[in-house]
């Protein structure tokens, strides 16, 4: 997924102005996050100028501004071409099939 976000170039255009993006959802990050105090968990929208979202990234927002982990924000989901590429949580295994 990063290769995938990062090919296309989403965070400079967002740097560059050429994307907005959006507050999708706001917290406290987890303990096990290792973040300083006062950094917000953030799930955010990128939107090209027809107000489409071409992808969403999860980062921590430190106080001072910088982002947090890596030091750049996390992709999740990204729109290329009419096509969803998405992380999956968890996926399911599918239950063995019945042989009587």
């Known amino acids: 997924m990063r290769k995938l ?3 296309q170039g989403f965070w400079d255009d967002l740097k560059r102005g050429e994307l907005t993006s959006i507050v999708l ?4 990050p987890r303990p096990d996050a ?10 955010l929208s990128y939107r090209d100028s027809d107000n489409k979202e071409v992808a969403r ?9 910088s982002i947090g982990g ?12 009419g096509v969803l590429y998405r992380l999956v949580k968890n996926p399911q295994p599918k239950p063995p099939e019945s042989t009587t």
Do not use: A, C, I, W
């Open 57 to 65: 990234v999860h980062q921590y927002l430190r106080p001072d501004g």
């Open 34 to 43: 290792k973040e300083p105090p006062g950094t917000v968990s953030q799930m």
């Open 25 to 28: 959802e706001s917290g406290t």
């Open 70 to 81: 890596k030091g750049k924000p996390d992709p999740k989901r990204v729109f290329l071409d």
């Open 5 to 7: 976000f990062n090919e």
